[in-house]
């Protein structure tokens, strides 16, 4: 038993505990900037577990053209507090200013892998079919149509089979491929 008997135990709940933060912090961004529902159960929770650390982070960071960048702000430091923790605990350490740039690759990850596994989930209750009003469904909704909308456009349904969800996977999966690498060796990133 190695000194990874410990440390890749540890490192998983740092990424589970800061990641997933980080994911309704950015979350709640979008949801703002795409204007989901406020009231929708879903928004509701997002925003008690965000608004005790946002508030006062608003006090100093304004908003700019109704983007709420103090969200953005605060994804990029949980991201940032996260990859220091977990350099930490390898043993790399030492490291915690250029945690703050290697997290900048890691939030736009974040947000690529979030819209890719928010098509993914309405593709599949669009087949299963909720029948009815769904909380869930309603935010996938606001969150994927900026960019399924424009993708309808372009390849609209045949049939009855709506083929922009593979185009958008598509192009966000080559935007991940084309603009992350590059991103990662500019800033000298481990988390490749």
Known sequence: MGSAYLTDPLVFLIQIIFGSYAL?????????LFRADFHNPISQFVVKVTSPVLKP???FIPGVSG???????????????ELALTLLVTGVGGQFLSAFLWSLPEL????????LIAIF???????????GYNPAA????????????????????LGGLDLSPMLVIVGLVLLKMLLLPPIQVLLGSPFR
């Open 24 to 32: 309704v912090v950015l979350l709640r961004f979008l949801l703002q």
């Open 57 to 59: 982070m608003r006090r």
């Open 67 to 81: 983007m709420d960048i103090s969200s953005l702000v605060l994804a990029w430091l949980v991201k940032s507090l």
């Open 108 to 115: 736009i990850a974040l947000a690529i892998n979030l819209f």
């Open 121 to 131: 989930i309405q593709v599949i209750l669009s087949w299963v079919g909720t029948g």
């Open 138 to 157: 309603s935010l996938l909704y606001s969150l994927t149509e900026p960019l399924l909308g424009p993708a309808r456009r372009i390849i609209p349904p």
